[in-house]
């Protein structure tokens, strides 16, 4: 499982790069302490057939900004407004893309994008081993959690 979870951290950082920006890799890859998300952002992308579960992309509202503002040519955004969520569920549902590119023995569908905004909230992944680790952005950090049905 951890190899698919560096997978996904590899295309996201892959995403960024396109974007112009840089993404450094943690490179741990855990198993989390608690089902509670550290940001309040988040986006989930279902995975099915071949792979069945799901992949959550967390940051801060900031983080979020700054990566809608870049995707967006650098427009100022100002608040999460539903242009800023749409471009932020379009970098996760890349990111997500470009990952299943590299399963070439696998075939894996992703389901569109869902953003949940809120404080303290938890994440459960049903009853699936999860994994997490975390990609550093020049505006904070992303985090992401892979849970898969074994």
Sequence with gaps: MKNY???FTKATSNVLSQIGAEGKESG?????????CKH??????????ALRGSVVYSMSPRTAINI???????????ELDEMARSAICE???????VCLTTFQDLEVDITPPTMVIGEKMALMLGLYDVFITHITTPWGEIELRLGIEQ
């Design 5 to 7: 979870l560096e997978s």
């Design 40 to 49: 309040e952002v988040m986006v989930i992308i279902g995975l099915t057939q």
């Design 68 to 78: 809608a503002s870049t995707m967006m040519g650098g427009m100022t955004i100002a």
């Design 91 to 97: 970098f996760a549902n890349m990111s997500a893309g």
């Design 28 to 36: 741990e890859y855990l198993i989390p302490e608690d089902i509670f």
